[in-house]
C-alpha cells in the first residue's frame, strides 16, 4: 500500500502545522505517514478548517460522516449492481 509522509502533504497542501497540531489533539492523523486514503481526509480537513473556520473536532465528526457515506454509496451501488444482473437474467 502506497504511504505519502505528512510533511510533503502538508507542504502540498499549504496547510499550517498548527492546524495540524489541533487535529493530532483530536487524535486524528498521528502517524507521520499516510495511506493515500488518510491523504485525502487530510485534504478534506485542511479545506474544512481554511474554508469554513471549522475546528479540529468539526473536522472528526465532519470525516466521520463522510466515511459513512462512502460505504452507503459502495453498498447502494453494490445493490444497483445486483438488480441489474438479475434483471437481464
Known sequence: M????IEELLVQLD???RLLDELRAAGLFESDELALEEADEL?????LMRSLGVNAPGVQVALQLRRRLIVLEERAARVLRTLLEE???
Open 2 to 5: 502506497t504511504r505519502i509522509r
Open 15 to 17: 496547510f499550517d502545522r
Open 43 to 47: 485534504r478534506v480537513a485542511a479545506e
Open 87 to 89: 434483471r437481464e437474467r
